[in-house]
């Protein structure tokens, strides 16, 4: 049985690697990006399961699995995730995903839930999928989660001025503010916290 996991996290990506080798798994292939996976199955796509984590680079929320859902239609993708929301593993399934599984979940339940995705069945933990998506409590000004918004469309500081009738400069300091308040390295960043927090699904 050949398995492919994607995680950019070395320790984790290890961890569950050796612990499926020695669950029976013998042929797992690792890498720690979209597009190490996708020279991994150009040079050969004959795995029972892929294994993608959904915080990796490459990923850009659903869109790597996507991607690599529509390039090779007959390999089952699962997400693994550690961070990812109720409704993102949900969304997940829907495009076609065979499964999700939390990091959070005990070693040998891991190794279960790939046993039962590769026999072709979808898993879906039940009281992860049924946690309530509320709304969390962002700390943010109405003003500064506009410029957030438009941080996660791709917009420049011009466009987000412009939209919300502001100028450039005022969006420059919203935008510092949000990283302060974020703990963001930079606005692409502090884009990716919010969608990985589900605050604009």
């Known amino acids: 049985m050949k398995l492919l996991l994607a995680d950019d996290h070395d320790l984790v990506r290890d961890s569950v690697a050796a612990y499926l080798r020695n669950e029976g798994f013998e042929e797992v292939t690792t890498s720690s990006s979209v597009d190490q996976t996708i020279e991994i199955l150009q040079a050969d796509s004959a795995f029972d399961l892929i294994l993608l984590d959904y915080q990796m680079p490459g990923m850009n929320g659903l869109k790597g699995l996507e991607q690599l ?9 699962a997400i693994i995730s550690g961070a990812a929301s109720a409704e993102v593993a949900r969304r997940a399934i829907e495009c076609g995903a065979v499964g999700f599984v939390p990091k959070s979940l005990p070693a040998k339940s ?16 039940f009281e992860f999928m049924s946690q309530k998506e509320a709304k969390p409590e962002t700390g943010l000004t109405s003003r500064e989660t506009e410029v957030l918004r ?3 469309e791709g917009k420049a500081n011009k466009e987000i001025a412009l939209d919300l009738g502001l100028s450039e400069v005022t969006i420059k300091l919203h935008v510092r503010t949000l990283g302060r308040k974020l703990e963001a390295r930079n606005r692409t ?13």
């Open 150 to 152: 438009g941080l996660c």
């Open 189 to 201: 960043h502090a884009a990716m916290i919010a969608r990985e927090m589900g605050w604009f699904d």
């Open 110 to 125: 891991i190794a279960g839930a790939v046993h039962i995705m590769v026999s072709g069945t979808v898993f879906a933990p």
């Open 69 to 77: 859902l529509n390039d090779y239609p007959g390999v089952p993708i």
